[in-house]
């Protein structure tokens, strides 16, 4: 009996602090843990970070540094990257270790709990933001694959990759002197990618750092594309699956068709506008191709973005920032009712040989430099080779797969080729085929039969290139 009543008297007392409790909390929600968090937090940044780290003051060389400047640790970072890199989850950033001139290798990073981690992540986005650093002008809801592409030919062309390290093929490719890319489209805050890109030295001067002249557009290609890295599935902007091209009208589309396309190709598409004279090579004939059996992220790109984003020549213009959304939508509604290529297509996709006359087949193209002509494939002709080359012969190869024109028995007869002069290489033929050496193939590949129908594939890596050789001498044997 005692033993009950005292029990209960316990339990009243309990529950007495627990509703005090709860009062409390109603009173001031939240704050009263926070303020214990933020206090931790702040007594972590200044007593342990800034030990290595900067947070305040002017941007320095890292050569007068011991780790890399935090003041704009508030707005540098996407949230989740930086709990994940306090709480070591993530691999060193920089190969070398930051300061590459005193030591070769990266040092562990300091590590913190998880409600640490958080805390200090929450107290940096509080403290450390950056008034250059603005809400950027960047729409990457529109960021299409193809404008991927372009930035990652600027990330070769500007040599970023003599500095930094991507990841390609499953490897680590480029030089380990700055901070690893590979993950950036996971750890940077677009807002301030956009800035530093405007001038890197802003943030870290005076040490190697690397000034490229981009413009408007080169900065949205490059800066988009590092948005991508890392980043599993990237959903880019798929133009040809919106409203526009639900709605798209062919009539409408005949009319932006004789605005812009009739001068060079013509009223009719024959290829014979008034502005096709001077042209080499010429204006496509649209009245021969199969528009409409043209895969839609290719021509849809080949007009937005010009010939030379498809690997054609820079005398078709690019028409994105000219044409308007729903204008672009139904001239390619036009140009797919349109232009389905005459008897010659219509024929073309049969299974049938290639006829008599396409063996040996009369070839004009040019002979490539002799630096290419003797080259040798280093790859051996082993069923994996051979299994990659046909998935790309036969459908990854960008802007279009081979057999789209090459046929997919390698015969030269595929559907988007019918219309070409001259047409694609009968790849069946032995009489031609045993003529042309691989080092010539390598050379076409890369850089495009000028004035035919072939373009060139500057996307593909050599060894891609090399495995594709392997596959087509296949159908010669
Ligand atoms: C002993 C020195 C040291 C301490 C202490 C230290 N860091 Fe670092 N930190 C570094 C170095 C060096 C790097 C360079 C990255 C690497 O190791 O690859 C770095 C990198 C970073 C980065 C990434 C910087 C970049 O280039 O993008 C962040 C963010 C960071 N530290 C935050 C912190 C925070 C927050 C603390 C305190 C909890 C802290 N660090 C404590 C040395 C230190
Ligand atoms: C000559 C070497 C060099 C080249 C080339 C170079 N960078 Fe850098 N990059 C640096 C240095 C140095 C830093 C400052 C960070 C550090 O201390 O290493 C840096 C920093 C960066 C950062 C920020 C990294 C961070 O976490 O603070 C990005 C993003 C970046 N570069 C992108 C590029 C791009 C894109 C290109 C090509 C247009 C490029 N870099 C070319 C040396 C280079
Ligand atoms: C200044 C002249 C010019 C104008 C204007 C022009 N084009 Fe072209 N176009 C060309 C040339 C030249 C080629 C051939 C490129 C090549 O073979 O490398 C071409 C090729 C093409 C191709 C075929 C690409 C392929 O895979 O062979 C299409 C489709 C095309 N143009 C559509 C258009 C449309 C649509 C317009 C109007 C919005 C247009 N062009 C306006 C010059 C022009
Ligand atoms: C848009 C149509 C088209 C596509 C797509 C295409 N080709 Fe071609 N290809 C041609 C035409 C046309 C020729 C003939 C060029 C000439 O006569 O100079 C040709 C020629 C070639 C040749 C012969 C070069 C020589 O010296 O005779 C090779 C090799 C070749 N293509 C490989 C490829 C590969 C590999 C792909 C895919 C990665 C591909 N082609 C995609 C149209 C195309």
């Given at each position: 009996m005692k033993v009950r009543i005292f029990l209960r008297g316990r339990r009243r007392c309990i529950s007495l602090s627990a509703s005090l409790l709860l009062f409390f909390l109603f009173l001031f929600p939240g704050h009263l843990f926070a303020a214990v968090e933020a206090q931790q937090a702040e007594e972590i940044v200044n007593g342990q970070c800034s030990t290595c780290h900067r947070f305040s003051g002017e941007p320095k060389s890292k050569f007068e540094l011991k780790a890399p400047d935090l003041m704009w640790g508030g707005v540098k970072y996407q949230r989740s990257w930086l709990v994940r890199w306090l709480t070591g989850k993530e691999e060193p950033l920089y190969p070398n270790g930051y300061r590459w001139d005193v030591s070769r290798h990266p040092d562990r990073h300091m590590v913190l709990s998880q409600e640490e981690a958080e805390a200090v992540a929450g107290y940096m986005e509080e403290h450390?933001?950056?008034?250059?650093?603005?809400?950027?002008?960047?729409?990457?809801?529109?960021?299409t694959e193809r404008e991927a592409a372009f930035g990652a030919e600027i990330y070769k062309q500007y040599s970023c990759q003599g500095c930094h390290q991507i990841v390609e093929d499953g490897k680590k490719v480029g030089g380990p002197i700055s901070a690893n890319l590979y993950d950036s489209g996971n750890r940077y805050t677009l807002d301030w990618l956009y800035r530093f890109a405007l001038n890197p030295q802003d943030f870290t001067p005076h040490s190697g750092e690397y000034l490229a002249d981009l413009s408007g557009l080169g900065v949205r290609y490059i800066v988009g594309y590092l948005m991508t890295l890392g980043v599993k599935d990237y959903k880019y902007f798929e133009p040809w699956k919106t409203e526009h091209f639900q709605k798209a009208d062919a009539g409408r589309g005949g009319q932006v068709y004789k605005k812009y396309c009739t001068q060079c190709h013509g009223p009719k598409g024959e290829g014979d506008g008034p502005g096709a004279s001077g042209l080499n090579p010429k204006p496509a004939v649209h009245a021969k191709m199969a528009l409409d059996q043209f895969p839609e992220d290719y021509l849809y790109n080949v007009i937005y973005y010009g010939g030379k984003s498809v690997g054609k020549s820079s005398m078709m213009p690019d028409w994105g920032l000219t044409i308007p959304p729903q204008d672009m939508a139904d001239l390619i509604a036009y140009l797919r009712s349109t232009f389905k290529g005459g008897e010659e297509v219509a024929a073309a996709p049969g299974k049938k040989a290639a006829a008599p006359g396409d063996c040996p087949q009369p070839r004009k193209t040019k002979k490539a430099p002799s630096m290419f002509l003797g080259k040798k494939n280093p790859l051996k002709a082993t069923s994996a080779n051979i299994k990659d080359g046909e998935l790309l012969f036969q459908k990854k190869a960008k802007p279009l797969a081979c057999a789209q024109c090459h046929g997919k028995q390698g015969n030269g007869k595929g559907a988007l080729g019918a219309g070409l002069t001259p047409k694609p290489r009968n790849f069946t033929c032995s009489a031609t085929?045993?003529?042309?050496?691989d080092g010539q193939m390598f050379w076409v590949i890369k850089n495009g039969s000028d004035g035919t129908g072939m373009m060139a594939f500057k996307g593909l890596k050599d060894k891609e290139v090399w495995k594709l050789i392997l596959y087509i001498r296949e159908f010669a044997k």
């Amino acid at each position: 009996m005692k033993v009950r009543i005292f029990l209960r008297g316990r339990r009243r007392c309990i529950s007495l602090s627990a509703s005090l409790l709860l009062f409390f909390l109603f009173l001031f929600p939240g704050h009263l843990f926070a303020a214990v968090e933020a206090q931790q937090a702040e007594e972590i940044v200044n007593g342990q970070c800034s030990t290595c780290h900067r947070f305040s003051g002017e941007p320095k060389s890292k050569f007068e540094l011991k780790a890399p400047d935090l003041m704009w640790g508030g707005v540098k970072y996407q949230r989740s990257w930086l709990v994940r890199w306090l709480t070591g989850k993530e691999e060193p950033l920089y190969p070398n270790g930051y300061r590459w001139d005193v030591s070769r290798h990266p040092d562990r990073h300091m590590v913190l709990s998880q409600e640490e981690a958080e805390a200090v992540a929450g107290y940096m986005e509080e403290h450390f933001q950056d008034p250059r650093v603005k809400k950027n002008p960047i729409d990457l809801s529109n960021f299409t694959e193809r404008e991927a592409a372009f930035g990652a030919e600027i990330y070769k062309q500007y040599s970023c990759q003599g500095c930094h390290q991507i990841v390609e093929d499953g490897k680590k490719v480029g030089g380990p002197i700055s901070a690893n890319l590979y993950d950036s489209g996971n750890r940077y805050t677009l807002d301030w990618l956009y800035r530093f890109a405007l001038n890197p030295q802003d943030f870290t001067p005076h040490s190697g750092e690397y000034l490229a002249d981009l413009s408007g557009l080169g900065v949205r290609y490059i800066v988009g594309y590092l948005m991508t890295l890392g980043v599993k599935d990237y959903k880019y902007f798929e133009p040809w699956k919106t409203e526009h091209f639900q709605k798209a009208d062919a009539g409408r589309g005949g009319q932006v068709y004789k605005k812009y396309c009739t001068q060079c190709h013509g009223p009719k598409g024959e290829g014979d506008g008034p502005g096709a004279s001077g042209l080499n090579p010429k204006p496509a004939v649209h009245a021969k191709m199969a528009l409409d059996q043209f895969p839609e992220d290719y021509l849809y790109n080949v007009i937005y973005y010009g010939g030379k984003s498809v690997g054609k020549s820079s005398m078709m213009p690019d028409w994105g920032l000219t044409i308007p959304p729903q204008d672009m939508a139904d001239l390619i509604a036009y140009l797919r009712s349109t232009f389905k290529g005459g008897e010659e297509v219509a024929a073309a996709p049969g299974k049938k040989a290639a006829a008599p006359g396409d063996c040996p087949q009369p070839r004009k193209t040019k002979k490539a430099p002799s630096m290419f002509l003797g080259k040798k494939n280093p790859l051996k002709a082993t069923s994996a080779n051979i299994k990659d080359g046909e998935l790309l012969f036969q459908k990854k190869a960008k802007p279009l797969a081979c057999a789209q024109c090459h046929g997919k028995q390698g015969n030269g007869k595929g559907a988007l080729g019918a219309g070409l002069t001259p047409k694609p290489r009968n790849f069946t033929c032995s009489a031609t085929m045993g003529k042309i050496s691989d080092g010539q193939m390598f050379w076409v590949i890369k850089n495009g039969s000028d004035g035919t129908g072939m373009m060139a594939f500057k996307g593909l890596k050599d060894k891609e290139v090399w495995k594709l050789i392997l596959y087509i001498r296949e159908f010669a044997k």
